[in-house]
């Protein structure tokens, strides 16, 4: 079995200086581990993990946004950001904000048997001010994902900062065209769907519940009011290989909890 792992840990350094991702990797052993929002560059923090290569994709700004992936298994070729034929098609460039492409967003690791690639998705502001580039943005990735799977299958994963269905988030009335909710984000989301990748924790769980992110106010993690917003999708192909899809909400030292996808390779 592989196990593969997922976690926006709101910066690294903290969650290290915490203890919290060194009692992570003891307890669970990851064979990959793909970590967004990292906030970091390789060898800011105190990370020592025997056995794993790891390769980061860090922002231009410094303690901004990031991905990172560890793993025992030496991929055969890494890539970072999207590609520029992709995100000239799309005119995915830069905002008020920045421009995503340097933002550290996307690292694809190739395996023999299938690409894995680890997405910090655009949050589009509590006042929408990002909704158009991330519009472009889910275009892109999408095409990048179809790229890929010309040649292999493809699984990404990672924080795509959207609630996909009403079972998704605790209070679906109220953040109705809300950040992380509007009908753009979640028509961007269906359309990955439509084109044939599976979410995969909904092959084993359905129902509302099953949350990933929690505010940090109003006690909203203990009373788990949340979101379900980390995800793994993957090609339909890999879908009888697909043993388990879970979401590990006891796991803290981030507002995420880690989410985990499970192969018989």
Not at 57 to 72: C, E, H, V
Not at 184 to 195: K, L, S, W
Not at 222 to 228: D, E, F, Q
Not at 230 to 242: G, V
Request: aromatic share 12%.
């Amino acid at each position: 079995m592989l196990k593969i792992y997922s976690w926006n840990v709101n910066g690294i350094r903290a969650v290290v200086r915490k203890g919290a991702l060194q009692a992570f990797m003891a307890k669970h052993k990851p064979d990959i581990l793909a970590l967004q929002e990292t906030k970091a560059r390789q060898g800011q923090a105190e990370i020592d993990f025997k056995g794993y290569e790891e390769y980061w994709d860090s922002a231009a700004k410094a303690g901004y946004s990031g991905t990172a992936i560890f793993t025992k298994k030496k991929p055969t070729k890494i890539i970072n950001g999207l590609p520029k034929d992709i995100v000239n098609r799309y005119k995915v460039h830069g905002d008020i904000y920045g421009d995503p492409n340097k933002e550290g967003r996307v690292i694809t690791a190739e395996f023999e048997k299938f690409y894995l690639v680890n997405v910090y998705t655009i949050n589009i502001k509590d006042d929408l001010s990002r909704l158009k580039i991330r519009q472009a943005w889910d275009k892109a990735f999408l095409a990048y994902m179809q790229a890929l799977e010309k040649h292999k299958p493809v699984i990404f994963t990672g924080d795509l900062n959207v609630a996909h269905t009403e079972d998704d988030l605790a209070r679906p009335k109220e953040n109705v065209g809300k950040r992380g909710f509007t009908n753009e984000e979640r028509a961007g989301f269906q359309n990955i769907i439509d084109h044939g990748f599976v979410d995969t924790f909904r092959i084993f769980t359905s129902g509302n519940g099953h949350y990933s992110w929690w505010t940090h106010w109003a006690n909203a993690r203990a009373r788990n009011v949340g979101w379900r917003i980390d995800y793994f999708l993957a090609s339909k192909s890999l879908k009888p290989i697909i043993k388990k899809a879970q979401i590990h909400a006891d796991i803290m030292g981030s507002d995420h909890a880690p989410v985990s996808l499970t192969l018989d390779l």
